[in-house]
């Protein structure tokens, strides 16, 4: 059975940073492409970043330049790093693995708020 375990979410003021990690286990982690989505309140939930299993990556433009995606096989987990949060940034973050025959999961979801 594949689990998705985020952490790292919390309270931030503007300006400020975070780290999201997901974990995951009961799959062959690095051959997933990983992605961190966001959903915020009344809005549809939307891509924020993903990271192939070659490490190609991309993003969504309005993280472009602020947030960073990264993984490290060894420990079976993918990384957000957010800086310059903007009260935009505000949502539950889940993390989506997908595998290459197509099964996809998803994190429980954690939430990030970006207030003064």
């Known amino acids: 059975q594949v689990q998705l375990v985020e952490s790292g979410g919390g309270l931030v003021q503007p300006g400020g940073s975070l780290r999201l990690s997901c974990a995951a286990s009961?799959?062959?982690?690095?051959?997933?492409?990983m992605g961190w989505y966001r959903q915020a309140p009344g809005k549809q939930r939307g891509l924020v970043a993903r990271?192939?299993?070659?490490?190609?990556?991309n993003y969504a433009d309005s993280v472009k330049g602020r947030f960073t995606i990264s993984r490290d096989n060894a420990k079976n987990t993918v990384y957000l790093q957010m800086n310059s949060l903007k009260q935009e940034d505000t949502a539950v973050y889940y993390c989506?693995?997908?595998?290459?025959?197509?099964?996809?999961?998803w994190g429980q979801g954690t939430q990030v708020t970006v207030s003064s």
């Open positions: 989506n693995a997908v595998h290459p025959y197509g099964a996809i999961w």
């Open positions: 009961g799959t062959i982690f690095s051959i997933n492409t």
């Open positions: 990271i192939t299993g070659g490490g190609s990556t």
